[in-house]
């Protein structure tokens, strides 16, 4: 148990640098979006807690229309997959686990499972998919960890493995995991509608007055080559994909958003909700027009 918690403990200063001084206090928050091809407006004043407790609800991800999937931390530190109905305002328990701890959450392409990194009573942190329909969980990459972040193209997922430095993987066969890079940042997302995986590279930052920036990268699967999509926000690390064409990331109360092709970003809208800040991780639903924000509660 000791060195369970010692590797769980390692994990959440590796998957989360600043999750544990903020004592895991992070809460859901809904905002309506409205996202055109060339733009986003944020609706500030629609900004709701989907989570409000003093514990770690974090890593959103939409699993379909109305559902979104995320990892909580039970009153043991225990981490599991809790999915949430936007009709019903109901939360599901996916996992339910005493030994492991689940990190991650998405829908795998196929539709019938949400993955997870999983922490294993053995300290081993490998990617499993969870049926939808609660059946068993099976062990996805035996040989690929540990894992932290990853995103699926083409029923594979191309993965954060851990280690000195970070490098990010794709399995194309058994034979041929390719490393796509070295030194990565812990968002990898998938550009959508294209075989394109977009991470942050930190080899080589730039440093402004506020902070260092960092770029923003693309390796297509199919093509085998390497696409470039500007930069960060100055010490940030979390970005989505809200269409083809623009990239979202946050700053304190503040969402930003910006075309792929160019540098500047715009406000989109700042999240003034009572008692939170400093937004980091965010998903997106086209169909609902619902952006969820991860925030820290801040103490009274």
């Known amino acids: 148990m000791q060195l369970k918690l010692i590797r769980l403990l390692l994990l959440l200063f590796t998957l989360s640098p600043c999750l544990l001084l903020a004592q895991v206090n992070t809460d859901l928050i809904a905002l309506d979006i409205n996202v055109s091809a060339s733009k986003a407006i944020v609706y500030t004043m629609t900004a709701k807690a989907i989570t409000n407790r003093a514990a770690y609800d974090n890593q959103p991800n939409f699993i379909n229309k109305k559902q979104l999937a995320f990892s909580a931390a039970d009153d043991k530190g225990n981490h599991d997959i809790i999915i949430y109905n ?97 030194n990565v940042g812990r968002s990898i997302k998938r550009k959508p509608k294209s075989s394109i995986i977009t991470y942050i590279d930190k080899n080589n930052p730039l440093e402004k007055e506020d902070g260092l920036i960092y770029p923003i990268l693309g390796f297509d699967i199919e093509k085998r080559t390497h696409h470039k999509y500007g930069y960060t926000l100055p010490g940030k690390e979390d970005f989505i994909w809200l269409n083809q064409n623009l990239i979202m990331m946050g700053s304190g109360n503040q969402l930003y958003f910006k075309k792929a092709n160019e540098d500047e970003w715009t406000l989109a809208g700042k999240v003034g909700i009572s008692g939170y800040s400093d937004i980091s991780r965010m998903a997106y639903s086209r169909k609902l027009k619902k952006l969820v924000v991860v925030m820290n509660r801040v103490s009274p």
């Open 86 to 182: 936007f009709e019903s305002e109901k939360f599901t328990n996916l996992t339910k686990t005493t030994n492991t701890s689940e990190f991650s959450p998405s829908l795998t392409d196929c539709g019938l499972y949400v993955s997870a990194v999983t922490v294993e009573e053995d300290g081993k942190q490998r990617l499993w998919l969870y049926p939808t329909n609660f059946g068993e969980p099976e062990l996805l990459y035996d040989d690929i960890e540990p894992v932290g972040y990853y995103d699926w193209y083409n029923n594979k997922a191309a993965m954060f493995v851990l280690g000195n430095p970070n490098t990010l993987v794709y399995p194309y066969s058994k034979s041929e995991v390719l490393t796509i890079d070295r």
